[in-house]
Nanobody
């Protein structure tokens, strides 16, 4: 049974930082691309960052590039999202996600965590 469990969300002032963590189980970590989606109120869910199986390649949405860093520790079955210089528009529910390395991101097929709330105040 696949499970992804996020932690680390909370309330932070603009300009502050948070680090999200996601621990996965029930998957072969070395065959799984991992990423973070977020959904702001009234908006569609968007892929914020992704990282390949070995952690050597990353991708970021333009809106977070230079501020967020995704990383993974396969020995701990964990993916992280370091969020720096947070802005109010970063507010939303952040979801850990995974997919087979040889497949495309597909919101109907991805593995999903339950989400963790990130609120950035001004």
């Amino acid at each position: 049974q696949v499970q992804l469990v996020e932690s680390g969300g909370g309330l932070v002032q603009a300009g502050g930082s948070l680090r999200l963590s996601c621990v996965a189980s029930g998957i072969v970590i070395t065959r799984t691309t991992l990423g973070w989606y977020r959904q702001a109120p009234g908006k569609q869910r968007e892929l914020v960052a992704s990282i390949n199986t070995g952690g050597s390649r990353t991708n970021y949405a333009d809106s977070v590039k230079g501020r967020f860093t995704i990383s993974r520790d396969n020995a701990k079955d964990t993916v992280y999202l370091q969020m720096n210089n947070l802005k109010p528009e970063d507010t939303g529910v952040y979801y850990c996600a995974g997919k087979r390395f040889d497949r495309s991101w597909d919101e109907n097929k991805n593995y999903w965590g339950q989400g963790t709330q990130v609120t950035v105040s001004s």
